[in-house]
């Protein structure tokens, strides 16, 4: 029996389902409001999503904000309507096909009006999730922080600033996790992107720093990766380190250009400076009409960033990544440059500490300012559409940290608390959080396991969520936007499906909802694991498409 609550939400919900995505304004903040917010505009995030990400910024993307309103429905023909009967059918044939043999199926989806199991085929089966592990962290964000809510950084001195504009002391800048210093994701020139700072120590009198400049990243109490990553994860951009200070998602880039000739040394060239690393490049110039092949290693422990493999001979540059090891030392160098070129002379050096080091941020005792990130919203938004791994981690992390109290053990990691808080949130939205096993925010974990039926429970419950409106503005649209852009297109689920993606090596996930030709509204969990794709056959997330897109062809209500 749906009470009148319910069927209040699922009427908002439906509302926001036709409308498309929805942006709400925001108000209040986390830890404070700061000075200003450091939002960004977009890149087109990457096609693929290994449980990674495009860079990513605070605020919006420009490119998800504008595509996410209605769909042109020119040349997509809806699908003959189909009983439930026959739907299950046609689902229980796709999923018996041969070339699965191997592979290992899960699936759920339920009506959301009726609250009715349409098709359930190993529903209670523990999958790995991959991504559609951010869908539990993006829950927990808004949930235990409020879409409105904002981040704060701190901009903290040992000293006061004295008559003349002398800090005679430290400069301390004590972060929370904001991932908004990005020039990358805002387009903003590099000399621009500490300018809120500038603006604070302008305020604040300050002409010049006979100390060092700080960087503290301990507020997050966590190691430089997430639980259960692999070592080859470190490697790359999507497994860049988590830590309370954040610059450009922790992942600087470089350019390879071929040389002259064939046979010749190829050129390496870093984007920017100022975080330590070092580049050992071995690529040589193959002929014209070879195709590249580039590989980036950065051992753990190393700040050497070897490059290997060749380019052909007057084709363009390539851009690479190599993740930054110590990222607040990266954000403490770029930062005294941008304060001298404003003007603000600093005498002493740069310096980042993350935990379980000391933190500076006690020893500072003035308060010069803060700045304020985009709103929680924003970063879950961007988080989910891009399919972001660091965004995850800083606000799975996040929601952990701001749990500790005083008798908890001072070892206990803010991904440990995050783990348990989302377990509490589970059990209070009555969903069994036993079958949820989560370690850390991104799905990037290879011991995280989650059953569609656990999924689908979660989705039922943020479609009736207090933050409903910006659950389901984060999700990636069919078609349109995040990492659904490309999928769906021209088919009759373009415009369709809000579901979230998933992908690993050996694990496939798409979990959201669907509205279909006969008006009905559908909260879906369709996991794949195990499946190697056959020689010349589908890929894997051409089939969970395949099977997602027979959903629109439910007539019933």
């Known amino acids: 029996m749906t009470n009148r609550r319910q069927l209040g939400s699922q009427n908002r919900f439906a509302r926001a389902l036709r409308r498309g995505v929805v942006t709400l304004a925001c108000v209040v903040g986390v830890t404070g409001m700061g000075a200003q917010p450091t939002a960004g505009t977009g890149v087109v995030p990457r096609a693929s999503d290994h449980a990674g990400s495009a860079g990513s910024g605070t605020g919006g993307s420009a490119e998800v904000r504008g595509a996410s309103g209605a769909v042109p429905t020119a040349g997509r023909v809806a699908p003959a309507p189909i009983t439930a009967a026959a739907l299950r059918a046609e689902l229980e044939t796709m999923l018996a096909a041969p070339r699965f043999a191997g592979a290992q199926w899960a699936v759920s989806v ?7 199991v349409l098709f359930s085929h190993g529903a209670e089966r523990r999958m790995s999730p991959a991504s559609n592990a951010k869908l539990f962290t993006a829950a927990l964000a808004l949930d235990r922080l409020g879409g409105a809510s904002r981040l704060e950084t701190r901009v903290l001195a040992t000293q006061p600033v004295d008559g003349a504009g002398v800090l005679r002391g430290d ?11 990005n020039p990358r994701r805002s387009g903003q020139p590099w000399e621009e992107i500490f300018t809120p700072i500038v603006e604070v120590l302008r305020r604040a009198g300050v002409r010049r720093i006979t100390g060092d400049v700080v960087a503290d990243g301990t507020y997050l109490r966590v190691p430089p990766f997430g639980a259960s990553w692999t070592a080859d994860d470190l490697m790359e951009d999507y497994g860049a380190e988590v830590s309370g200070i954040v610059l450009d998602e922790n992942y600087v880039e ?27 490049n071995r690529v040589v110039t193959g002929p014209a009409d070879s195709e590249p092949a580039l590989r980036v290693m950065r051992f753990p422990g190393e700040a050497t960033v070897r490059v290997l493999g060749t380019i052909p001979v007057a084709a363009k540059p390539r851009v690479l990544e190599a993740t930054v090891p110590r990222p607040a030392d990266w954000y403490a160098a770029e930062l005294v440059a941008a304060l001298r070129g404003a003007g603000i002379a600093v005498d002493g050096r740069s310096r980042g500490v993350r935990w379980p080091e000391a933190p500076e941020a006690p020893r500072a005792s003035v308060t010069l300012g803060a700045v304020a990130s985009a709103p929680v919203r924003e970063m879950v938004r961007v988080m989910m559409k891009d399919s972001n791994n660091l965004r995850a981690n800083l606000l799975f992390d996040l929601a952990g940290e701001l749990t500790r109290l005083p008798v908890t053990f001072a070892w206990r990691t803010s991904e440990e608390l995050g783990a348990a808080d989302l377990q509490a949130f589970l059990r209070e939205q009555g969903i069994p959080a036993a079958e949820a096993i989560l370690e850390e925010g991104s799905g990037l974990s290879r011991n995280s396991l989650v059953s569609p039926a656990v999924i689908v429970a979660l989705l039922q419950r943020m479609a009736e969520h207090r933050e409903a409106a910006a659950w389901l503005d984060a999700l990636p649209v069919a078609g349109v936007d995040g990492s659904l852009r490309t999928r769906f297109r021209g088919g009759p689920a373009e415009g369709k499906v809000w579901a979230k993606t998933g992908t690993l090596r050996w694990a496939h996930s798409l979990s959201g909802y669907v509205e279909t030709v006969g008006g009905a509204r559908l909260a879906f969990a369709v996991m794949l694991n195990r499946h190697r794709v056959e020689l010349g056959g589908p890929e894997a997330r051409a089939e969970l498409d395949a099977l997602v897109e027979r959903l629109v062809a439910y007539g019933g209500r």
């Open 171 to 181: 400069l301390v800048i004590a972060g929370r996790g904001d991932p908004g210093w």
């Open 254 to 280: 470089f350019e390879v250009a071929p040389g002259a000739a064939a046979g010749a040394a190829a050129s390496a060239v870093w984007r920017r400076l100022g975080h330590g690393l070092t580049l050992d």
């Open 110 to 116: 339920v009506s959301l009006q009726t609250g009715e």
